[in-house]
């Protein structure tokens, strides 16, 4: 959408902005020339994409630019991890959000053997988020949270604090200013 790109354009313009999302993109609509310029545009001025996608319309935004920086909102929801695993390999700039992704723990909440590997590997790369994308996220935030600590301290501290903080912090963490 025009609108879209213009919107992305002047939002910039404020000078504090640093990525363009969360946004939702499905399959091969991710196909078309005005989501390849904002990628572009992305690329260009050092912004991370945050995309709430399924893996078709991923692996589109990486056709667009390989260098495009992708925060990949709830890890695709669903994607088994050994395909996460390939991404992340394929791709050093992807970086996997965890919020509202099923499969990480089994029942009794115990963490997955396939999730405590990819994390293991790849601890460095992982974002948590907690998607209170309704009202109602809100009033069952302390349990999300206490969720999502239930799981990390199952892992090492240090993978860990990464998942939890340290990761975005390294990310997002204070601007130079001038």
Avoid: M
């Avoid at 893996?55 to 925060?71: D, Q, V």
């Avoid at 349990?143 to 990464?162: M, S, V």
Wanted: charged share 25%.
């Amino acid at each position: 959408d025009p609108a879209s790109f213009e919107l992305i354009e002047d939002e910039y313009k404020r000078g504090y902005y640093r990525g363009i999302g969360e946004f939702h993109l499905s399959g091969k609509s991710a196909a078309n020339d005005w989501v390849k310029k904002a990628v572009d545009f992305a690329v260009a001025k050092d912004l991370y994409l945050h995309c709430h996608c399924d893996e078709e319309a991923l692996l589109i935004l990486y056709g667009h630019n390989a260098r495009a920086k992708i925060i990949w909102a709830h890890t695709g929801f669903s994607t088994p991890p050994s395909r996460v695993a390939q991404y992340l390999e394929k791709y050093p700039a992807l970086w996997p959000e965890l919020s509202y992704r099923s499969g990480i723990t089994q029942s009794g909440g115990a963490l997955s053997p396939e999730w405590r590997d990819l994390f293991a590997r790849y601890s460095d790369r992982f974002l948590l988020g907690s998607d209170t994308w309704i009202p109602e996220r809100w009033l069952s935030y302390d349990q999300i949270i206490a969720d999502y600590r239930a799981w990390l301290k199952q892992l090492p501290p240090n993978q860990a604090q990464r998942i939890a903080h340290g990761n975005a912090q390294r990310l997002f963490g204070p601007r130079k200013t001038d």
